[in-house]
T-cell receptor, first 114, second 112 residues
Framework: DAEITQSPRHKITETGRQVTLACHQTWNHNNMFWYRQDLGHGLRLIHYSYGVQDTNKGEVSDGYSVSRSNTEDLPLTLESAASSQTSVYFC?????????????FGPGTRLTVL | GNSVTQMEGPVTLSEEAFLTINCTYTATGYPSLFWYVQYPGEGLQLLLKATKADDKGSNKGFEATYRKETTSFHLEKGSVQVSDSAVYFCALTDYGNNRLAFGKGNQVVVIP
């Protein structure tokens, strides 16, 4: 069955370190998204991609970057981790170019920055 | 810009009670509306959706009707079970725009 996976599931790092969170989907979807989930804020969009070599900033993109070199993967990099980036991160994917398409979510990565 | 507002606070109710979670939205175009559910320790999964005014989405006994006149998409279930305990998120996208805008979510706890 097609799926979307994230790794690692849990990560503890120190302030200032570079961290990369992996997202891999086997749906062959064009669209991929990264969100962070924080208490009191719901989910907020960090970056998204509509296809290979395409990346776009979301509403909370400062301190994060992504690259899309193939259809299946959209890794999220924290260039210099900060305590404010302690959060749960979700990757999602969808197929179409219309707003009605369902997004499928991964299980999440819990990141703690000390 | 687009935004979604959900009622404040967790919802605690007894098994077989009626559940309503309010959701209102602001959008500039013609949004599609969604309810996603997050069970403990898991990612989000689609519960139901509606893509145009007066559409009703339904799944697993849950229903929500797209009301353009009141800009609302309230979630209802007639008789909840303990297994419905989860966090529920209302969300929207505009036509041609795949980016989801989420409400803050509501924790629902169903007591046996």
């Amino acid at each position: 069955d097609a799926e979307i996976t994230q790794s690692p599931r849990h990560k503890i790092t120190e302030t200032g370190r570079q961290v990369t969170l992996a997202c891999h989907q086997t749906w062959n979807h064009n669209n991929m998204f990264w969100y962070r989930q924080d208490l009191g804020h719901g989910l907020r969009l960090i970056h998204y991609s509509y296809g290979v070599q395409d990346t776009n900033k979301g509403e909370v993109s400062d301190g994060y970057s992504v690259s899309r070199s193939n259809t299946e993967d959209l890794p999220l990099t924290l260039e210099s981790a900060a305590s404010s980036q302690t959060s749960v991160y979700f990757c999602a994917s969808s197929q179409g170019d219309r707003g009605a398409d369902t997004q499928y979510f991964g299980p999440g990565t819990r990141l703690t920055v000390l | 810009g687009n935004s979604v507002t959900q009622m404040e606070g967790p919802v605690t109710l007894s098994e077989e009670a009626f559940l309503t979670i309010n959701c209102t939205y602001t959008a500039t175009g013609y949004p599609s509306l969604f309810w996603y559910v997050q069970y403990p320790g898991e990612g989000l999964q689609l519960l139901l959706k509606a893509t145009k005014a007066d559409d009703k989405g339904s799944n697993k006994g849950f229903e929500a009707t797209y009301r353009k006149e009141t800009t609302s998409f309230h979630l209802e279930k007639g008789s909840v079970q303990v297994s419905d305990s989860a966090v529920y998120f209302c969300a929207l996208t505009d036509y041609g725009n795949n980016r989801l805008a989420f409400g803050k979510g509501n924790q629902v706890v169903v007591i046996p």
